[in-house]
């Protein structure tokens, strides 16, 4: 059985996309036996442990910042360790600036052993690339010495090149489990608008709450948490808001499918993204969705004006816009024939494109040109 190595900064219990994807993925390849070293979050996080099919190795007090910057040196000491025990045939780094600098310095000393860069990134660019120049030349190494990188959308795929990466491209994006979010919609009351969204800046959920001031008898339905909550929730009572903004906190994702059914449009401004697991899972649910064309959603959510030339999928807004937010809302209230043949456009696309069955066979199929790189 070959073995693979996984280097991420996070995984289960502290999870985010790319921990959703690289589990996703890996409990699809029952033929490959896979460890990943990630950095433990928490004193009560198992040091060692297997999480679906993988075998997961913590490193780190649980002591925050520290600990983050110490997990780019320390993952080197234990993949050498295991590479000495199970002489992996080849490795993988979740995101380049969390993960990709021990990669590289692994590489460095097992140039031999071929070696896969995903690019996760949803954070801008510009802002990533300062956090790194404390470890510049390794963190250029970690593209430039990656056998393959595997960007989520095209968006990264351009970053890629701008890094310097000669080598092939192959684009993977993330997926939804199409099955699990299947159903009908669920009676409610007034119109609801949801995100299911970590509440960061770059997801503009406070331009949400500034339309809503132009969308009177509208809700507002937030699922998840974040270090803007109480920057959101005070913006919420200074638009005069608040008795219509519901801040549900972390929801655990089987139930995720629930508050979608029972919701009438998701809506996701972000001003950068690398992808987003939530708006395929939206389009599964079968929502109409409202977004920027910022980054990755750019290969997916196509707009009947601005993009005449493919099946419309979605409504497209500018970044920073709250008027132009309350204007779709307002379009997709008030044409639900047009809604139907685009949320039926969505799902189909999803379906064939993005389901995560998919996206485990074309992993499969990347893992054996890897091996074949021994």
């Given at each position: 059985?070959?073995?693979?190595?996984?280097?991420?900064?996070?995984?289960?219990?502290?999870?985010?996309?790319?921990?959703?994807?690289?589990?996703?993925?890996?409990?699809?390849?029952?033929?490959?036996?896979?460890?990943?070293?990630?950095?433990?979050?928490?004193?009560?996080?198992?040091?060692?442990?297997s999480v679906g099919n993988i075998v997961v190795h913590r490193i780190g007090n649980g002591s925050g910042k520290l600990d983050k910057f110490l997990f780019q040196f320390g993952a080197v000491h234990?993949?050498?360790?295991?590479?000495?025990?199970?002489?992996?045939?080849?490795?993988?780094?979740?995101?380049?600036?969390?993960?990709?600098?021990?990669?590289?310095?692994?590489?460095?000393?097992?140039?031999?052993?071929p070696y896969a860069l995903s690019l996760q990134e949803g954070d801008p660019i510009p802002h990533i690339e300062r956090t790194m120049v404390p470890l510049w030349p390794l963190f250029t190494r970690?593209?430039?010495?990656?056998?393959?990188?595997?960007?989520?959308?095209?968006?990264?795929?351009?970053?890629?090149?701008?890094?310097?990466?000669?080598?092939?491209?192959?684009?993977?994006?993330?997926?939804?489990?199409?099955?699990?979010?299947?159903?009908?919609?669920?009676?409610?009351?007034?119109?609801?608008?949801?995100?299911?969204?970590?509440?960061?800046?770059?997801?503009?959920?406070?331009?949400?709450?500034?339309?809503?001031a132009l969308l009177p008898e509208v809700r507002f339905q937030v699922l998840g948490s974040g270090p803007e909550e109480s920057n959101l929730r005070a913006l919420a009572v200074a638009c005069g808001?608040?008795?219509?903004?519901?801040?549900?906190?972390?929801?655990?994702?089987?139930?995720?499918?629930?508050?979608?059914?029972?919701?009438?449009?998701?809506?996701?401004?972000?001003?950068?993204?690398?992808?987003?697991?939530?708006?395929?899972?939206?389009?599964?649910?079968?929502?109409?969705?409202?977004?920027?064309?910022?980054?990755?959603?750019?290969?997916?959510?196509?707009?009947?004006?601005?993009?005449?030339?493919?099946?419309?999928?979605?409504?497209?807004?500018?970044?920073?816009?709250?008027?132009?937010?309350?204007?779709?809302?307002?379009?997709?209230?008030?044409?639900?024939?047009?809604?139907?043949?685009?949320?039926?456009?969505?799902?189909?696309?999803?379906?064939?494109?993005?389901?995560?069955?998919?996206?485990?066979?074309?992993?499969?199929?990347?893992?054996?040109?890897?091996?074949?790189?021994?």
């Amino acid at each position: 059985m070959k073995r693979v190595l996984i280097f991420s900064l996070a995984y289960y219990p502290h999870v985010g996309g790319a921990e959703v994807a690289i589990k996703e993925v890996t409990d699809r390849i029952r033929d490959i036996e896979f460890h990943l070293v990630t950095l433990r979050f928490s004193n009560t996080d198992k040091r060692e442990e297997s999480v679906g099919n993988i075998v997961v190795h913590r490193i780190g007090n649980g002591s925050g910042k520290l600990d983050k910057f110490l997990f780019q040196f320390g993952a080197v000491h234990v993949a050498w360790r295991l590479h000495r025990m199970k002489k992996f045939d080849a490795i993988w780094a979740m995101m380049a600036h969390s993960a990709g600098v021990p990669a590289a310095f692994f590489n460095l000393f097992h140039p031999d052993v071929p070696y896969a860069l995903s690019l996760q990134e949803g954070d801008p660019i510009p802002h990533i690339e300062r956090t790194m120049v404390p470890l510049w030349p390794l963190f250029t190494r970690a593209f430039t010495r990656a056998t393959m990188v595997l960007p989520l959308s095209s968006y990264l795929a351009r970053w890629a090149r701008n890094r310097r990466f000669t080598g092939p491209i192959e684009i993977v994006p993330n997926g939804v489990s199409v099955q699990d979010f299947a159903g009908v919609a669920i009676p409610h009351e007034q119109t609801i608008l949801i995100t299911t969204s970590r509440l960061v800046s770059k997801n503009a959920i406070d331009d949400v709450i500034r339309a809503l001031a132009l969308l009177p008898e509208v809700r507002f339905q937030v699922l998840g948490s974040g270090p803007e909550e109480s920057n959101l929730r005070a913006l919420a009572v200074a638009c005069g808001v608040h008795d219509r903004v519901e801040f549900l906190g972390h929801i655990d994702r089987s139930d995720m499918p629930k508050y979608l059914h029972a919701a009438d449009i998701f809506i996701r401004p972000s001003r950068t993204e690398g992808f987003g697991i939530s708006f395929m899972e939206a389009m599964a649910a079968g929502l109409p969705v409202t977004a920027t064309q910022e980054g990755g959603i750019a290969d997916f959510l196509f707009d009947a004006k601005r993009n005449p030339d493919k099946e419309t999928t979605g409504w497209a807004v500018d970044k920073n816009s709250p008027e132009q937010i309350a204007e779709a809302v307002r379009d997709i209230l008030a044409h639900p024939e047009q809604v139907a043949r685009v949320t039926a456009t969505a799902k189909h696309m999803v379906t064939e494109k993005y389901d995560w069955n998919l996206i485990a066979k074309q992993m499969r199929s990347i893992f054996d040109r890897l091996f074949q790189n021994r």
